[in-house]
Nanobody
Framework: VQLQASGGGSVQAGDSLSLSCAASGLTFETYDMAWFRQPPGGEREFVGFINWSGANRFYGRSVKGRVTSSRDNAKNTVYLQMNSLKPEDTAVYYC???????????????????????WGQGTLVTVSS
């Protein structure tokens, strides 16, 4: 399994940025996906979750209202649109994948790194003031 994150870069505060994560080696539509970030010297933080169908999404408190996750199962890709970026959004952003529940699950989401089996290599986002 490979998860290839891309789209990071250096932007100004208030700018927008769109990240992508292309998956291979797995049946993408059977996996829930998530974004995490890790600032320099900091811990890995949950950013957003999107379930296998795209119908169920959940976002971290520090980014809620400024980010949107989406996915295209035909392209094996998940996206993270980030708006109104702040310097505190500076971090390496990672995508992660976990196989969806096999039975009825209702509304669910996973926010801890330990919940995910596969990880991408990360893409750096730097926001300057």
């Amino acid at each position: 399994v490979q998860l290839q994150a891309s789209g990071g870069g250096s932007v100004q505060a208030g700018d927008s940025l769109s990240l992508s994560c292309a998956a291979s080696g797995l049946t993408f539509e059977t996996y829930d996906m998530a974004w995490f970030r890790q600032p320099p010297g900091g811990e890995r933080e949950f950013v957003g979750f999107i379930n296998w169908s795209g119908a169920n999404r959940f976002y971290g408190r520090s980014v809620k209202g400024r980010v949107t996750s989406s996915r295209d199962n035909a392209k094996n890709t998940v996206y993270l649109q980030m708006n109104s970026l702040k310097p505190e959004d500076t971090a390496v952003y990672y995508c992660a994948a976990e196989r969806r529940p096999t039975g009825p699950a209702g509304r669910y989401y996973y926010t801890t790194p330990e919940s995910y089996e596969y990880w991408g290599q990360g893409t750096l986002v730097t926001v300057s003031s």
